[in-house]
C-alpha cells in the first residue's frame, strides 16, 4: 500500500500541529477566556507559567495539539493516554477560543484526535467528562459516538455554584 502524501494547506484551512511549549502565551491566553473556563476546570487568571509547565510534561503517547488558522491558535485538545490494565483507553479533553465557537472547528478537531485514537494507538476506550449544562459539547461528543454512562454529582464548583457532570465514553467495537 502506497503512504498518502499530503496535500498543500489553503491559508485560510484550520491545520493541526502538535502543540509545543513555545505555544504557551497562546493556549494560557485562550484558558483564560471566559467561555472557555465555564466549560472547564481553569481558574480565573491562570498563569502563563501553568501553561508552559504542562507543555513540558506532556508524556510520551500522549496526543496534544493545537488548530491553528492564519496562523493564530484558535483550538487545543488531546489524549492523556492511561497507564498499565488501562492502556487501552485515552481520557479526552479540548477547547476552542471562545471567538471561533460554533464553525465546525471542535468538530474537525475531534475527528483529529479520533482518527490518531483508531488508526494510529489503537485505543478501545477513549473517556471524557463534560458539565451537563454544555449543550453544545454533548451534541459534539454524541455525534463522534460517545455515550453517557453515569453523573458526577457536584462534580466542580462553578462561577459560585456546584454543576454536576457526566461521564461519557466511546468504545471502539
Ligand atoms: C464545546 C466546544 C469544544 C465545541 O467546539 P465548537 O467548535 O464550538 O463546535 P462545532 O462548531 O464543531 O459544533 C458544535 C455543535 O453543537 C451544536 N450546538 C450549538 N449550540 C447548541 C445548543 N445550545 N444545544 C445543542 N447543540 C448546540 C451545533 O449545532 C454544532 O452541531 P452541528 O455541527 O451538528 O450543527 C467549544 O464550544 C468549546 O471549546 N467550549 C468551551 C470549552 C469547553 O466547553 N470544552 C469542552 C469541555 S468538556
Redesign the pocket.
Known sequence: MEPPSQKQPDPDDVIFRAARPSDYEEINAIANLP??????LRLPHQSPETARKWLENIAAGDVSLVAVKAGKII?N?GLNRLLGRRGHAGSL??????D???????????REILTIADSWLNLKRIE????TD????????K?NGFEVEGTHKAFAFRDGSFIDAYAMARIKE
Open positions: 467561555g472557555y473556563r465555564f466549560g472547564t483550538a485538545g479533553g479540548m477547547g476552542v477560543h471562545d471561533y465557537r460554533g464553525q465546525g472547528v471542535g468538530s474537525k478537531l475531534m471524557l467528562t463534560v458539565y454544555n449543550a453544545p459539547a454533548i451534541a459534539l461528543y455525534r
